[in-house]
């Protein structure tokens, strides 16, 4: 049985390209690719970084041809525009060890574009809901998904990978909560306009800012972003009152000098009773004089503090990747000992059964000779359960122990042969069966999933 | 069994200290929540230390240096557990356990003799001047630190340094924090120098005797008249208020090491 992975994200393929195979219903594409011979089992993530098949096989060639014929036909390559040798450009695979490390870094945020953000945990719990509510997901790939969550949990405890926003309007946010002792219920001031001082404001609001007040040159534009952020318009007139009615300030407005200085600022921090005030300036040039620094009560960040702030945390966050990938690694090793185990089973499961019909029919020849009676009889049966079992006790978990090894391949050989498993009557049934149930027990260094 | 409760109390506020420093070190919030923890712990400890001392008789006054200590960290303590529960300042762990535990390791070295202290005078004033005057300069130490952290803090956002992963409470919190302290703090006082009078009064015929002591409640007194002036009626801000707390805490130290000195 073979992992197999093949997806596009935000590395190999634009977002115009991605928006247009993303799917949000993952179950109906699922099902149809889980009805094909070639897919045992399947996940399917699809989020606005990326859109992943994961799939158990056996054959992993004929399944490779299988999802990229899926993601032409089912999830609208062909659609799309795009050719078949077009998409083969975008498409990534792994395979196996590859692709079971892909699955754990996915989950733990190592392969995001910002990374460490919190979202994409959720996303893949919600796709691999979808593929165990359509059945498509069996106990390999449960398997693999818990350990991706649990590593994902581990990745965000054991390091700070999670930690330190690393864009200008999270990084306004931290601050804001480094100021406040509650965001929610303080009153924001944006002056001017602009991209960036609109996502810091948006950031503030989604924290919970309780008002939201637009000052602008123009009352035209004031209305129109007054109406985005469910604000109230003003003129710049009005700076001086508002200024001292609000926490915080956004600003960015085109000015060849500052617009907010130190009489204007001391006057609304007077006004306030020494209550802070947060000025974000965004605008280049400043809109906020660096002077105002002075005043107590007056936080200001420009462009550069923010950035300087987001920089420093993004390399924080490089430096924990290290430490992340390592603890990727070492799960990884967990699951692929675990994998590889599962070529013991049917060696496993033809040997008892081997046993056990050798043990059934002798059983049956001798009972009669014994001449027992019903409790006799259950002793007798017990006895040589009980043998069976503490004779193949030790080499069949010597078996699973060796399986998890490559070189360990032999000792199924050998115990094929010396058995004589591989003779037609001795057979039970496909290579590869379900997972049985004690496979969790299977003695594996550091194995705590049960 | 009241020094090995206290050796107990002062355990207990040492671990606070290092998990609030590790909390601080590795920004774990998880590591300040054990400090605070740890704290509760010690108080629940120390408050059992002083049970014990009270079923002496006649129970001591707590009024020698080592006794008032310990008594002032347990309310110190005790005021901060209840101070979370209006400000958000978890982070100041930091600061109250190096403080408790000092007070309780410094006080534990001497209690033996604490134990044996006279009592002057008789009746329930004694006791309320201790208890109130206790109450009233532990808050104002708790206000001092506040002011302390603030500080820090300030000088951090000012400068543009700010910690990615910070443990430690809001500038707005700390504030309010040092606020509350100085409102409950100031009543207290003033009833603890009243009580004081009472009690020198009953003792002496008089109610100033110029003792160290005396002189160094009645600093206290003065300077959170001044500060609460200056946080409630002058609007000041919340840097200056909070150098203002810090100051007063160092000020109010000395005099206590000065009149213990002099004793």
Redesign the interface.
Known sequence: MKLIVLGMNHRTAALDVRERLAVADPIPPLQKLCACEEIEEAVLLSTCNRVEVTALTRNPDAARLRLRSFFRRELGGEQAGLSERRLDELLYEYRDGEAMRHVLRVASALDSMVVGEPQILGQTKDAYRAAVECGASGPILDRLYQRAFATAKRVRTDT?IA???VSVARVAV??A??????VSGKHALLIGAGEMAELALAALRDAGLASVAVANRTAERAAQLAVAFGATAHGLDELPRLLAESDVVVTSIGSPKPLLDVELLETA?RAR??R?IFVIDIGVPRNADPAI?RL??V?R?DID?LA??AS??AE?RRREQARAEAIVAEEQQRFEGWFAALRAVPTIRDLRARVESIRTSELERALPRLLLDDAGREAVEALTHALVNKILHEPLSRLRREAEREEGMAYLEIARMLFGLDAPEARTGPDMPDVPSDMPDVPSDGDDTA | MVVVLHQLTAAAYLAACLAAGVGLALGSPRATRAAVWLIAAGAVVHALAFSLLHTADPPPPLTDFASAMSFMAWIGVIAYLALLRRARVLGLAVLVAPMAFLGVFFGALRLPQATTATTLGSGSVPHAHVLLASAGLALLGLAGLAGALFLAEHRRLKHHRPLSRSPLPSLEALDRAGALALAVGFPLLTLGVITGALWVYAAHGSALTGSPHEIAALLAWGVYVILAFQRFAAHQGARRCAVSALLAFALLSAAVLGVELLA
């Open positions: 700070a930690e330190g926003p931290a601050l909560r480094q100021i406040f002792e509650d921090v009773r020494g802070p620094d107590d009560d936080y960040y503090a300087s702030v420093e945390n924080e």
